[in-house]
């Protein structure tokens, strides 16, 4: 378990504040206990984490069945949505764990449906843009490609093994020197 810093609790809560305010306003949990949200604790994920963005923890021996609020052990999301530049995101991801957090476990079409209702649709086109922006702060090695110049970040070098997926050209090896 990573512990926020000062500084993360702070964005953390600010962050929750706005998230939780915008859901009162939505028709979606009109009949909702939104204001019980602001009791589960939130937290980090490791900095190093590339593919998740947020998780909803639950208590051991929760019954699936019969989740609760107050069943919620805690709510990680990942350290760099609390960067400005992600904010907006940010919200979006929360909101999404928030979905869990109401009982809605799967990822179904009802679970798409709230995700959906968020005003700020934009921020959920920016989960690729995250993703990439995580993998290539981590990368080593960037596999590129001399024809279309797509590059593709890895933690090894390629050895001249693998294809370009645009245009099948052998991807060369180049240092990354990551960013950020």
Known sequence: MVRPSAEAKAALHQLRDTVIEVMRDMPVWLDAPITEL???PLGVLRKN???RHGVTRWKRGTDLNSM???DVEVIDLHPQL????WRAYGAFVLHHEYIH???FRGHDATFRALEAAWPGRAASKH???FTETL???RALWLWFCSTCERSYPRQ???KGRYRCRQCSTVLTDQPNTPTG
């Not at 609390?82 to 530049?85: A, D, F, G, R, V």
């Open 38 to 40: 602001d009791s589960i």
């Open 49 to 51: 984490a590339t593919q």
């Open 68 to 70: 609760q609020i107050s």
């Open 82 to 85: 609390l960067k400005p530049e």
């Open 101 to 103: 957090a109401l009982g």
């Open 127 to 129: 989960a690729q843009d």
């Open 135 to 137: 993998r290539r702060q």
């Open 156 to 158: 090894k070098p390629s």
